[in-house]
């Protein structure tokens, strides 16, 4: 397994680096639970506008470890909640997300007065990225 280099980085960037539709897998007393999320990736990690009382939230405070697929790449990684999603220390991610998520953050499917909006960090710890061809094992630590 290598670590992320200037290839792989290029091609996850590329390919995630915006909306991307992810499937998002949790555990609950031993059961897996998936689902699809709009994902937006960047430096070895997925971010996703989510609501901290949703059964994934409570499923990742409970077992932080999840498990992701997307466009050609599986991985594992740990969930973090960032918290709400107007608070300060979350600024300069919720600006890049309000970006990447242009087409329909504002329809009304979010309220971004009510505090349990929040930002769910997926820090990736490895992967499996395809690309014409070639298979990359990628060790997202640091």
């Given amino acids: 397994m290598e670590k992320l280099n200037a290839e792989t980085k290029k091609v996850m960037d590329e390919r995630f680096g915006k ?16 689902r699809s999320v709009d994902g937006y990736y960047e430096d070895g990690a997925f ?18 470890n999840v ?6 790449f599986t991985a594992h990684g740990k969930g973090v909640n960032l918290g709400y ?31 349990n909006t929040c930002i769910l960090c997926i820090q990736l710890t490895d992967g499996v990225l395809f690309s014409h061809g070639t298979r990359y094992e990628i060790d997202f630590t640091r």
């Avoid at 498990?67 to 050609?72: K, L, R, Y």
């Avoid at 329909?104 to 979010?110: A, E, S, T």
Wanted: charged share 30%; proline share 3%; net charge negative.
């Fill in 19 to 34: 909306d991307s539709i992810i499937a998002l897998a949790t555990v609950e007393e031993g059961t897996p639970a998936v």
């Fill in 47 to 64: 971010y996703v506008i989510t609501y901290a009382l949703s059964n994934k939230m409570k499923q990742i405070e409970k077992n932080p």
């Fill in 67 to 72: 498990a992701i697929s997307g466009d050609w």
């Fill in 85 to 115: 999603f107007c608070k300060e220390e979350n600024k300069e991610i919720a600006e890049k997300l309000r970006k990447a998520f242009a087409a329909w953050i504002d329809n009304g499917h979010n309220n971004f007065k009510d505090e």
